[in-house]
């Protein structure tokens, strides 16, 4: 999966127009940041994790680092995330470009608490130099996410 079946995927809610390609590489925090012009807090991280041999997605603000404590709380294990390989065969994106969109079917999406601060975020769209900008509730709504979740730092 790919830029190209994330565009497909937010076709069929009307904004695939809505996402931002660049000619660099957004895969990191930082350079997402610079890219789109915002403070990186409000880059929306999408980190892959296993969770009892299940793949698990969880939408972080950029600033934020995972709570090992608060993790292994909620989801009742250390935590452990994906390989590159894993995340691609389980995922269905590369590291870079790892969003909540158009995912591989047994994926779980999780929003942490983290992202509520903000008014939009840009999470990416399957590629390390695309993005999107969204509401918290076009979030929660295009990500079909599960829960909200508090395991950040």
Known sequence: MSLESVKSYLSDYGIADRVLEFEVSIATVELAAQAVG???????????FNVKDAPVLIVFAGDIRVDNAKYKSQFGVKAKML???????????????????????????????????????????????????????????????????????
Do not use: M, Q
């Open 38 to 48: 915002c403070e990186p807090a409000r880059i929306a991280k999408t980190l892959s």
């Open 83 to 153: 390989t590159p390989d894993e995340t691609v065969e389980l995922i269905g994106h590369a590291i870079g470009g790892v969003c909540p969109f158009a995912v591989k079917d047994g994926v779980t999406v999780y929003l942490d608490e983290s992202l509520k601060r903000f008014e939009t975020v840009f999470p990416a769209c399957g590629s390390n130099n695309s993005a999107i900008e969204l509401t918290i509730p076009e979030l929660e709504r295009y990500s079909n996410r599960v829960a909200w979740v508090d395991v950040g730092k």
